[in-house]
């Protein structure tokens, strides 16, 4: 790796509570969700309106997630770059005896200002050792949205799909896309 590579080679943090995540760091998670969604982004959990979007309208579903991070159900791993936010994702563990061997992937996001650089590549890459070394997963799991070529980033890292719901995401009115379940054995 070469002086300039590892200078603008991403920084990955976990965070497992919410007092990890500071007044700023929440401003920047809330705009690169912004950013994200409105640019078309496959990341809008339930009770978040369709895109556009606003800081507004975020902040609150953010919260939520910040609220929940906890070191053994549930973690934030944030990429920055040079200081500045370029990418976020949630692991989360179920806690019920049946599927607590395994986790699920959330909200990953990479700032349209940093796609292309490897940003959610090398988040995908640390969100593996931190579910298989730090909380004893065996397995994750994700849902993706058809049509963005999603599931082809995945499959490179590894991912494999294992069903489709035909039809599941309704983005607007006649535009209907599968979501597609993909799994990584750890």
């Not at 969700?33 to 409105?38: D, I």
């Not at 579903?61 to 936010?85: F, K, N, S, Y």
Request: with cysteine; aromatic share 4%; charged share 25%.
């Amino acid at each position: 790796m070469t002086a300039q590579e590892a200078a603008t080679a991403p920084r990955l943090t976990r965070i497992t509570r919410p007092g990890e995540v500071s007044s700023g760091l929440r401003r920047d998670l809330v705009d690169c969700w912004v950013a994200v969604s409105n640019a078309g982004g496959a990341v809008i959990p339930y009770g978040f309106p369709l895109p556009p979007v606003t800081a507004r309208q975020v902040g609150p579903v953010l919260d939520q997630i910040v609220d929940g991070l906890d070191p053994q159900r549930c973690r934030m791993l944030v990429a920055t770059v040079e200081g500045e936010l370029a990418g976020w994702l949630i692991l989360r563990r179920d806690p019920h005896p049946l599927v607590a061997h395994c986790g699920v992937v959330n909200h990953v996001q990479t700032h349209p200002r940093f796609r292309g650089r490897g940003i959610g590549a090398a988040l995908m890459h640390r969100v593996r050792d931190v579910a298989r070394d730090e909380m004893g997963l065996e397995r994750l799991g994700l849902g993706v949205r058809a049509g963005l070529g999603l599931e082809e980033f995945y499959r490179k890292l590894g991912w494999v799909e294992v069903g489709r719901w035909p039809g599941a995401l309704r983005v607007a009115p006649g535009d209907d896309r599968d979501e597609i379940l993909m799994s990584l054995a750890l």
